[in-house]
């Protein structure tokens, strides 16, 4: 065995430990399967061992199923070209069950086996140890536990849904199935995950202890008269879980995540029956599952492409590596605060610099309060915040910034403001500092202009609140060098966040994109489509917040003002639509500024909920004729796609994992999609654009399928394919 | 094929359904057992010519599961031969077994045949049975499973009825209803609910408030909004309607049926056993109809049902003197009334479930029976009973008096 030691010690107990040759962590990978079932055959057929412990020689005990892996094996569709659909699917089955079949080898070996969880245990990681008859943790706070299947479109597929709901009552067991979410040891004890806590160089001790003194190789749902705690699906006192809990996921994920759907039903269905059919049943929902784009585009996005673009891929190569120990931060607003705070987090010493000293302290202010937060919440100790505070300096002087290997610009959109902000900066830090401007609207090219080293200009486009959105957009000013990317996607490392790197145009990536959504609304609205009709197909989308409840956060009149804006910028190309005289009349004429004046397209009495304006029924007049809901649901993710796709065209972006990752994680576009270009490839461009041209025809030509996905179209081609990331880089 | 004509009809009286109602003391087979001895006793029936009894009951589990009407038959000491069937179309199976009754003589399976319904909601609650719907995911999640109150108060904000007309109504009910005793509209059909000694534990209906005014109604909190709210079903119903923005939650107890124990029977037959045990039949089933309507808002069968039992029996709205439609929310009955544009004074009009209650598997043999009694006072001829039923369903029949 290459994955597995073994050495039975003078007890007869077999010590096994994992610890995979040329890997950071032990996965689920089909060469360590197959030992696990090399051992359990040494196990059963060696009398002379009494039990085993199951342990691993890395820092982490297993963290899951080898997604790369699998992914190649979706993918890879069939077998040979003769295959019957159903035969297909059986090898389907007998694939996924294979997991499931092995590890009820194992519990059912007749020899007690403990699993002494020296480190984080996800996935497969943790279903391996729920099939052992006792399980014992190291006492370290930072070990997780957990079952993240279903946060990238997954279902446990190795038992998860049946031991774990066996093991600790289905009411317990769903959330931490439905939500992925992980425990540490001590909270994971506290639920009845695992058996006893200790410190982390006694587990193996502990470990056969428990076998010598105690040793039960049964499962509880093995023995005689076992009943799952607090009942099955049909029991008095719990038929709840199902009734609300179906209710409640519905309410949450619109139906669009077939994943949670699933792990419901495995529940559901696998608890009314004996563990092995509950196998079974499961190993049939995940192959289900498995066949669904959602699954697939899921894994792809929020797991191997973030994953990917987080450890550097896109960062040029040849360039050396780059640290930046100080940096200055012009703006102490809203974003100036939090880019200081995670900045600061990450040991970065920051400048934090405003026009007046009050405003620069606030912007300090920011950040202890959400230490005091995360201290109140215990998850910081004291020690900590004031390490963070000391090294953010607020102040007005600009000679402070001596020293900067990064300037981050975060002042007010005005290209004066920033053309004056950006001189007194330069005017104090070396040449080969980086300036990034943390504009979201304003092209940086033209900024650089006011740049006297514009080949060190950079955007760095952060999203707000900071300190909890996860994705930088990297804007590629004409003039931006390599290095300076280079360094500025070591800062976003550094600062644990995931880069995006895309080209100049006006609102980059992102913006351009959420955009179409937004504005996809007003256009709705104008037409005379129901706003309640409206905003629940925003929601049933999967967008985050509904269209004309977007518009009133970020302000109408933030609104008008870029159309003014774009107006003078564009002239004649401007596009007035019935959407844009709208926002006009509810600005100009009605003084609505949405929710920061309480009254936008909703209103929003001070003693209850919001709710859309009565008066907009008289605004525009509702049509007699209001669409399906899918049509606008429709109008609303192709919209967004279609411009997507301009932006390849365009070399705005150039890598669909920017494309999908930025899209997720930027402005929330529905993740089970795996983000608008998966989307597009999802649906088939040739579909795609027979779809979008009938919405041109219908609606205008902000729909017509551009050149680039024409062409795609007629051969037939898909994005992942013709801009195959990892084919672009071998 | 055979005409199917009632002979007679009986039923129990409502009594509360909870620990203090006057029924609870009473088994759910003795219900049954009452009706089918009264109606044995007042035709004076050689049982024997029996050939089947239906009854609908919608929690068949415990003390009224195992096939009860059949064990009600043996227990009222009907002919070992009379057979008996239980059925649960939820809230329409009293009218569903009544018409399952009817077919029965006019396919010529049998000859004479019992309709009818039995439900102890104070011994068996509501929801004893369990059932995949609200609970297997898959189910839950493909129908957009919402229970029925929401439907109801989704009916009222989609068709624009406020709180105020949903109690309006109710009152309305209360009124009815309560004029209908005082004059005795229903006596010549209520079978009082006897003792073990033969002593009267119950003679009217116990539910109804006649005394309900608006105000007092105003003070009652909706019934629904917090499961609503709480447990995602209002965002699961906006889901299916997404045209509505939010849920105006408007029915509680005092605009919804009441939760009440009892039964019912009617005695139904082809002519010539009628003429053979000289009975008069009173009136013939015209036509009926069961429908599938959108399971989510659930309980706007009726409109639909309505149309359907109207042409197969090859008749118009305005050929109906008399509609009975249960009372199972107040919205459903003025959506119903409003999509066929129908006046008031021709619905319900001795009041319904809201002011007397509604024994889940009782409830449309109870409503029948009452429509025919009141074609008889009014000397009129026809009538439709229909009611909402879960999952999206609607059942109807219409009588004609011969």
């Not at chain 1, 987090?345 to 606030?362: H, N, P, W, Y």
């Not at chain 2, 239980?86 to 077919?103: D, H, K, V, W």
């Not at chain 2, 699961?236 to 309607?241: D, F």
Request: charged share 25%; aromatic share 6%.
């Amino acid at each position: 065995m290459e994955n597995f030691s073994f050495d039975v010690d003078s007890d007869g107990i077999a010590l096994i430990t994992w610890d995979m040759p040329d890997r950071t962590m032990n996965v689920l990978s089909a060469s360590s399967m197959a030992e696990i079932r090399e051992w359990i055959g040494t196990v059963i057929g060696d009398e002379k061992i009494k039990g085993a412990v199951l342990t691993s020689g890395k820092a982490a005990f297993c963290a899951g199923a080898d997604l790369g892996e699998m992914e190649g094996n979706a993918s890879e569709a069939g077998g040979g070209g003769e295959e019957s659909a159903e035969d297909k699917t059986r090898r389907a089955f007998d694939n996924a069950y294979a997991f499931n079949k092995l590890l009820r080898e194992l519990e059912t070996c007749g020899k007690p086996i403990v699993a002494a969880i020296n480190g984080l245990a996800m996935g497969g990681g943790l279903e391996v140890t729920l099939a052992c008859h006792y399980r014992v943790v190291a006492d370290n706070d930072r070990i997780q536990l957990g079952l993240p299947e279903a946060k990238v479109g997954l279902l446990p597929g190795g038992g998860g849904t049946q031991r774990l709901p066996r093991l600790i009552g289905m009411a317990g067991a769903l959330p931490l199935i439905l939500e992925g979410k992980s425990l540490n040891p001590a909270k994971a004890q506290k639920a009845g995950i695992v058996h006893k806590v200790v410190p982390g160089d006694q587990i193996v001790a502990e470990a056969k202890r428990w076998i010598k003194e105690e040793g039960d190789a049964q499962q509880p749902w093995d023995k005689k008269g076992y009943k799952i705690p607090g009942g099955g699906p049909h029991d008095k006192g719990s038929q709840g879980t199902f009734v609300v809990g179906n209710a409640m996921l519905r309410a949450n994920t619109y139906g669009n995540y077939p994943a949670q759907r699933f792990i419901m039903s495995c529940v559901y269905e696998g608890c009314q029956v004996p563990i092995e059919a509950g196998l079974r049943i499961e190993s049939r929902y995940f192959v289900k599952l498995l066949g669904m784009p959602e699954s697939k585009n899921m894994i792809r996005s929020l797991f191997l492409s973030s994953q990917e673009l987080g450890k550097g891929a896109r960062r040029p190569q040849g360039e050396p590596e780059s640290d930046v120990k100080k940096m200055g931060i012009l703006g102490a607003g809203m974003m100036g605060a939090g880019i200081a705070y995670v900045s600061a987090m990450a040991g970065i010493e920051c400048v934090l610099i405003d026009r007046d000293q009050e405003s620069a302290d606030k912007g300090k202010d920011y950040s202890v309060k959400l230490l005091d937060k995360a201290i109140s919440r215990g998850k910081m100790k004291e020690e900590k915040k004031e390490q963070v505070l000391s090294l953010i300096t607020p102040t007005t002087d600009y000679e402070q910034l001596k020293g900067s290997d990064l300037i981050v610009e975060a002042v007010f959109e005005d290209r004066d403001i920033k053309a004056d902000v950006t001189a007194k900066a330069e005017a104090v830090i070396a040449d080969t500092a980086v300036f990034g401007s943390n504009t979201s609207t304003l092209p940086i090219t033209g900024l650089a202009t006011k740049s006297s080293r514009p080949d060190n200009f950079i955007g760095i486009h952060y999203f707000s609140p900071v300190d909890k959105m996860p994705l930088v957009e990297i804007i590629m000013g004409e003039k931006t060098s390599a290095s300076a990317l280079a360094k500025s996607l070591d800062y976003v490392k550094k600062i644990r966040k995931t880069p995006i790197v895309v080209n100049d145009s006006r609102g980059f990536y992102t913006s351009r994109c959420f955009g179409t959504y937004v504005q996809e609304g007003i256009h709705m609205l104008s037409e005379g489509i129901k706003p309640a009709l409206i905003e629940n197909a925003g929601k049933m989308t999967g967008m985050p917040v509904p269209p004309l409840a977007m518009n009133d956060e970020v302000s109408l009149d933030l609104a008008y003002h870029v159309q003014k804006q774009t107006k003078e910028d564009l002239g004649d190309k401007f596009e007035e639509t019935p959407g844009t005289q709208l926002i006009e009349k509810m600005v100009v004429d009605l003084g609505r500024l949405g929710r920061k004046n309480g009254k936008g397209f909703y209103e929003y009495p001070s003693d209850g909920k919001k709710f859309i304006w009565p008066g907009l029924g008289d605004l525009v007049e509702e049509s007699a004729d209001q669409p399906d809901v899918d049509e606008l649901k429709k109008r609303f993710m192709y919209r967004q796609a279609i411009e997507a796709a301009r932006c390849f065209e365009e070399e705005v972006v150039t890598d669909v994992r920017d494309a999908d990752v930025g899209a997720i994680m930027g402005w929330g576009f529905a993740p089970y999609t795996g983000g608008p270009i998966s989307l597009i490839d999802t649906v088939g461009t040739k579909r795609f654009v027979e779809e979008c041209d009938r919405l041109a025809q219908k609606y205008g030509p902000r729909f017509a399928p551009n050149a680039l996905l024409r062409e795609m179209a007629e051969k037939g081609e898909t994005f992942y394919a013709r801009f195959n990331p990892h084919k672009q880089a071998a | 094929m055979a005409e199917a004509y009632i002979y007679d009809h009986v039923r129990t009286p409502r009594g509360k359904g909870k620990a203090s109602g006057s029924l609870h003391e009473v088994t759910p087979i003795e219900l049954g057992t009452q009706v089918l001895e009264a109606l044995r006793d007042r035709n004076e029936l050689d049982t024997s010519k029996v050939d089947d009894v239906v009854f609908g009951c919608v929690s068949p589990v415990g003390e009224q599961g195992g096939d009860i009407t059949r064990i009600a038959v043996l227990n009222a000491d009907y002919a070992e031969t009379t057979a008996g069937v239980q059925i649960n179309r939820f809230c329409a199976s009293g009218l569903e077994a009544t018409n399952m009754a009817a077919a029965k003589v006019m396919s010529g399976e049998a000859d004479m045949t019992i309709g009818g319904g039995i439900e102890s909601m104070s011994r068996v609650p509501m929801g004893s049975d369990g059932g995949p719907w609200a609970s297997n995911p898959e189910a839950a999640f493909k129908t957009y499973f919402t229970p029925q109150g929401i439907g109801a108060d989704l009916i009222a904000t989609k068709h624009g009825f406020s709180r105020d007309d949903v109690d309006a109504y109710a009152i309305e009910s209360q009124k009815r209803a309560a004029n209908a005793w005082e004059k005795g509209y229903f006596k010549n059909s209520i079978v009082p609910v006897k003792d073990q000694i033969g002593l009267t534990l119950l003679d009217h209906d116990e539910h109804m408030r006649p005394d309900t005014t608006m105000q007092s109604l105003g003070s009652l909190d909706p019934s629904f909004s917090v499961l609503g709210e709480t447990a995602g079903f209002d965002a699961v119903a906006l889901q299916r309607y997404p045209e509505v923005e939010a849920i105006n939650h408007v029915h509680h107890a005092g605009n919804s049926s009441g939760i009440v124990d009892g039964s019912a029977g009617i005695l139904l037959g082809n002519k010539e056993v009628g003429e053979a045990a000289g009975l008069k039949p009173r009136a013939r089933i015209r036509a009926m109809a069961s429908i599938g309507s959108e399971p989510s808002i659930m309980l706007t069968g009726p409109e639909f049902v309505a149309q359907k039992c109207l042409n197969r029996a090859g008749m118009t709205k305005d050929d109906i003197d008399l509609w009975e439609l249960n009372e199972a929310f107040a919205s459903v009955v003025m959506r119903f009334m409003q999509a066929h544009d129908l006046d008031h004074e021709k619905v319900n009009v001795n009041g319904g479930a809201i002011a007397m209650g509604h024994p889940l598997g009782a409830t449309g043999a109870m409503i029948l029976g009452t429509v025919l009694d009141e074609l008889e006072r009014r000397d009129q001829k026809t009538a439709m009973a229909l009611l909402c039923v879960g999952a999206g369903m609607g059942t109807a029949t219409i009588i004609e008096r011969v």
